[in-house]
């Protein structure tokens, strides 16, 4: 079977990521998290202080975007982690503070090139799974597989209020809500590549679905693109 490019891109919380890692360590691809690059970008601007308290200096952190270097580095269990600036910031990028934060950050041209540019070079060989906002319209346009996935607001919440609690992050669900629907909306509605499906796109609505049958249709729409 060929090896392929998958675009995995859709609405905040609803398993992207968790789809993505499985489906690429079942074909043994390469996955690459691009939320996590923007989070990472964010976290930066947080202790380079060009965030205030619900604002931030854009050209501030244009200025220091030649000073952010991002990585992935697979640790000894083969656990991949981000790493800004030679720290591992895997867990530090997790906090409802870059979360709330991040799509702002998400929205500035200049920000967008360096890491369309970034992921772009560490997805050319293929046999790759990315999932981000804008992989399949404008990182991985000829992709042979791309996928919108969605899931209804509170399904979404919930499992996102679930996964904080489990780490022990204490917030309300209606924060948990409010967040994701307002990342939601500035993602959806930006300038700079906004959330869209790519025309070609299958969608995949995982509101009633369990992560094995997920996984299962996933599969196969891999194994059928890999054929052609
Ligand atoms: O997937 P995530 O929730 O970790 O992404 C965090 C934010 O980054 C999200 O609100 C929008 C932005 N993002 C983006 O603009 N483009 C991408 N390819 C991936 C994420």
């Known amino acids: 079977m060929k090896k392929i490019s998958v675009a995995i891109d859709g609405h905040s919380s ?3 990521s968790t789809l993505a890692k499985q489906i690429a360590k079942h074909f043994n691809y390469i996955y690459l998290d691009t939320g996590a690059m923007y989070r990472a970008v964010t976290l930066f601007a947080i202790n380079q202080n060009v965030i205030n308290k619900d604002d931030f200096d854009k050209d501030a952190l244009i200025e220091k975007l030649p000073e952010i270097n991002i990585e992935f580095k697979a640790d000894e269990n083969g656990k991949v982690n981000t790493y800004l600036n030679n720290q591992n910031v895997e867990e530090a990028i997790r906090t409802m503070r870059v979360s709330s934060f991040v799509s702002p950050i998400a929205t ?23 999932d981000g906002r804008d992989i399949g319209t404008v990182v991985l346009p000829k992709a042979e597989l791309k996928v919108f996935m969605t899931a209804k607001d509170e399904i979404r919440a919930q499992r996102r209020f679930d996964e904080l609690k489990e780490k022990g992050i204490d917030d309300t669900f209606e ?29 995949l609505d995982n509101s009633e ?13 891999v194994e059928e693109r890999g054929k052609l």
Not at 183 to 198: C, F, G, Q, V, W
Request: with cysteine; net charge negative.
């Open 108 to 130: 500035v041209k200049e920000v967008r090139e360096k890491m369309v540019e970034l992921q772009q070079k560490m997805g050319s060989k293929g046999g790759v799974v990315m």
């Open 209 to 221: 679905l369990s992560r094995d049958e997920q996984l299962e249709i996933l599969k196969s729409w």
């Open 14 to 16: 609803c398993g992207k």
């Open 175 to 203: 924060n948990v809500l409010q967040n994701l629907k307002e990342r939601d909306y500035i993602d959806s509605t930006r300038e700079e590549s906004p959330l869209l499906k790519a025309e070609d796109a299958l969608v």
